[in-house]
């Protein structure tokens, strides 16, 4: 697929998905899958009184950083939705060579709501 309609796909499953309910925080969260050399998009959805939940939205079948840098502009020009990271350690956008994922300290995990 191109980017165009990956990035399609996944917005208009993150417009499903988004339900603007008080007090519930939503973020999108891409996890980079070594194994399989995929992305996956998730949403993940976290509201005071009930469980945390994360919804898959979409698996992109490459590992090219190129192509997730281009398909991540064009899903942060459809949402503001915060996007995470998580499997990026090390990594660096291709553009700016800016660190994907900030590395965090020892024994601390903040990828997941609180």
Do not use: C
Not at 83 to 96: A, I, L, M, N, R
């Amino acid at each position: 697929m191109n980017p165009d309609k990956e990035a399609a796909l996944i917005n208009e499953r993150i417009d499903a998905s988004f339900k603007r309910l008080p007090n519930t925080r939503y973020q999108i969260n891409v996890v980079f899958n070594h194994y399989s050399n995929t992305f996956n998009f998730l949403m993940n959805v976290a509201h005071p009184k009930k469980r945390s939940r994360s919804i898959p939205l979409h698996t992109v079948e490459t590992d090219d950083l190129v192509y997730l840098e281009s398909l991540i502009k064009r899903i942060q020009t459809h949402t503001q939705l915060t996007v995470t990271y998580t499997g990026f350690v090390g990594e660096k956008w291709p553009s700016d060579l800016r660190p994907i994922q900030k590395i965090m300290g020892t024994r601390e995990d903040k990828q997941y709501l609180n």
